[in-house]
């Protein structure tokens, strides 16, 4: 699920908020992420206790469930910035173990993954790009070039155009430069892999539930 399309079910309380961000022309994320930063000095650490299943539409994969449903646990009576801070950060996080879910799937079917490549305007979040390091144990890289996937559509192009032999030339003289963001390891590692146990059994907490309702009474 896209991370705005999610959090905009928590921020109700702050709409005023949202509006007067809107008419300065700054970004809600610019004030939540600087707010994180001035909570903690890890700020991955601040959500321990809040959780997100981001399955508000459905599950598209690894599960292909589109009947799912989602949840957050760990909420209080605050509905403040902090608050939504902490929705903020829990969100980015829930998302980036519903990657590491697909990567896992993938490796069990004989897949090779240790690099992500990020794209589109969520490559520009450096908590987003941070995080999904952190929780996947890959190391993501960023391109510099605000389209990248525009810019293999234009690859693929000047190969059938015949301006170059194969796809791997024309990527050695189109590609432009990026960076790569590497996991951490340590108590960074020991938080994320404690807390996509509690992602995977909210996942199989929900499949519970739906079997409870769905046996008929005798």
Same mark, same amino acid.
């Given at each position: ?17 949202? %509006? ?12 939540? !992420? ?5 909570? *903690? ?48 950060? *829990? ?16 490796? *069990? ?15 520009? #979040?450096?908590?987003?790009?941070? !995080?999904? @390091? ?15 996937? %525009? ?9 059938? @155009? ?30 994320? #892999? #404690? ?21 008929? !009474?005798?």
């Amino acid at each position: 699920m896209h991370l705005w399309t999610l959090l905009s079910l928590v921020i109700a309380p702050l709409s005023h908020l949202l %509006l007067k961000l809107k008419k300065q022309g700054k970004r809600i994320s610019d004030l939540i !992420e600087d707010r994180l930063a001035s909570m *903690a000095e890890e700020t991955a650490f601040l959500a321990s206790t809040r959780h997100v299943q981001p399955d508000f539409h459905g599950n598209r994969s690894p599960l292909a469930d589109p009947w799912r449903k989602g949840a957050v646990v760990g909420l209080g009576m605050s509905a403040d910035l902090d608050d939504l801070a902490l929705d903020y950060l *829990a969100t980015i996080q829930a998302l980036a173990y519903g990657t590491r879910h697909i990567i896992e799937e993938m490796r *069990a079917q004989g897949a090779v993954i240790n690099t992500l490549v990020m794209s589109g305007g969520l490559a520009r #979040n450096v908590l987003y790009v941070r !995080e999904h @390091a952190d929780a996947t144990g890959c190391q993501v890289l960023v391109p510099d070039q605000q389209e990248p996937v %525009l810019l293999g559509c234009a690859m693929l192009g000047a190969v059938a @155009a015949g301006e170059f032999t194969d796809l791997r030339q024309a990527m050695k003289v189109m590609s432009g430069q990026g960076h790569m963001v590497e996991p951490r390891q340590g108590s960074i590692n020991n938080y994320h #892999n #404690n807390k996509y146990k509690v992602f995977r059994k909210m996942q199989d907490d929900y499949s519970e539930y739906n079997a409870m309702m769905m046996t008929k !009474e005798k």
